[in-house]
C-alpha cells in the first residue's frame, strides 16, 4: 500500500558528489519525518540525517557540512546530496518515512530497499 523507492545511487571518486532521492507512493494520507539512514558491511545501521515537514533537519555528527537533507512535501519526495564523499562513505543506504494511510490512525516507519553508494579511493 505504501512504496519508498530511492535512486541515485552508484560508484564515484573519493571527493565527488551524489544526489539520492527516495519518493514515496500509495495510499498516503501525510508523512512526518522523512530520512536517510545507511548500513555498510558488517557494521549496524546508523543515521544520516532526517527532516521535518517544516524543514528541521538533523545530522550525525559525521555527515555535517557535506550531506544535506531536502524534501518537497508536494512530491512526498526526500534528497541527500552528499559532497566530498569518502571511502567511508560507502554503504547501502536507506530511506525512511512516518506515514499515516488513509486506513490507518497511528504513524508507521516505512522503509525503502536501499541504494548502493560505493566510494573509490
Known amino acids: 500500500q505504501v512504496q519508498l523507492v530511492e535512486s541515485g545511487g552508484g560508484l564515484v571518486q573519493a571527493g565527488g558528489s551524489l544526489r539520492l532521492s527516495c519518493a514515496a507512493s500509495g495510499t498516503i494520507s501525510s508523512i512526518n519525518v522523512m530520512g536517510w539512514y545507511r548500513q555498510a558491511p558488517g557494521k549496524q545501521r546508523e543515521l544520516v540525517a532526517t527532516i521535518a515537514p517544516s524543514g528541521s533537519t538533523n545530522y550525525a555528527d559525521s555527515m555535517k557540512g557535506r550531506f544535506t537533507i531536502s524534501r518537497d512535501n508536494a512530491k512526498n519526495t526526500v534528497y541527500l546530496q552528499m559532497n566530498s564523499l569518502k571511502p567511508e562513505d560507502t554503504a547501502v543506504y536507506y530511506c525512511?518515512?512516518?506515514?499515516?494511510?488513509?486506513?490507518?490512525?497511528?504513524?508507521?516507519?516505512?522503509w525503502g530497499q536501499g541504494t548502493q553508494v560505493t566510494v573509490s579511493s
Open positions: 525512511k518515512a512516518d506515514i499515516r494511510t488513509y486506513s490507518g490512525y497511528v504513524w508507521l516507519g516505512y
